[in-house]
């Protein structure tokens, strides 16, 4: 059974600093792997997807997220944090099924804090 | 182009009665899922759909919970009888291919 596993419930970093929020997953073949953003009140938005080719992959809002499968891995990562980037953010996975979209598996989420 | 479009926003009901959620799913998409999220349980995936076909139910909580697709391009998730347990936000989200999914905004059910 796939799963993931974010470790930090909540993160607070000062704007400007860098950020990298971790996950870790479990799952039996090629992982198709993703991060989502959610505001409060909102849906979940794409920040980014991984399921081949180069292991670090950018999104969008200056996100990017580099997968290891040595370490079973796929970290979130900004190199300066904006305060509108305050939210929970969600690592899943699912599998990579062509032509046809299979079910994701979430992670619990990490809530952002940006310091002013 | 629209996204996934999610009614009501809100809805507010006692429990025994019947909720009914609706989902537009985004033009072409040809799968459409249904999630839960409370804050003790977090997401969890309902049912989900692929070219209007149930492929698994396995999260759907009970029988008092059915959904349809009764077109490409339009869900409904039904609770008959709701229960206060059943409070919520539900999520729909639909996807093509490896584009990863796309979410509604959400409905807040509150099971007086």
């Known amino acids: 059974a796939q799963s993931v596993t974010q470790p930090d419930i909540h993160i607070t970093v000062s704007e400007g600093a860098s950020l990298e929020l971790r996950c870790n997953y479990s799952?039996?073949?090629?992982?198709?792997l993703f991060w989502y953003v959610q505001s409060p009140g909102q849906g979940l938005q794409l920040l980014l997807k991984y399921f081949s080719g180069d292991t670090l992959v950018q999104g969008i809002k200056g996100f990017e997220a580099e997968f290891k499968r040595s370490q079973s891995s796929f970290n979130l990562r900004k190199p300066s944090v904006h305060w509108s980037d305050a939210a929970e953010y969600f690592c899943a996975v699912g599998s990579l099924n062509t032509g046809t979209a299979s079910k994701l598996t979430f992670g619990t989420g990490t809530r952002l804090q940006v310091m002013l | 182009d629209a996204g996934v479009i999610q009614s009501p926003r809100h809805e507010v009901t006692e429990m025994g009665q019947e909720v009914t959620l609706r989902c537009k799913l985004i033009?072409?998409?040809?799968?459409l899922f249904w999630y839960r999220q409370t804050m003790m349980r977090g997401l969890e995936l309902l049912i989900y759909f692929n070219n209007n076909v149930p492929i698994d139910d396995s999260g759907m909580p009970e029988d008092r919970f059915s959904a349809k697709m009764p077109n490409a391009s339009f869900s409904t998730l039904k609770i008959q009888p709701s229960e206060p347990r059943d409070s919520a936000v539900y999520f729909c989200?639909?996807?093509?291919?490896?584009?990863?999914?796309?979410f509604g905004s959400g409905t807040q059910l509150s099971v007086l």
């Open positions: 033009s072409g998409h040809n799968s």
């Open positions: 799952y039996g073949a090629t992982p198709y």
């Open positions: 989200a639909s996807s093509l291919g490896t584009r990863g999914l796309f």
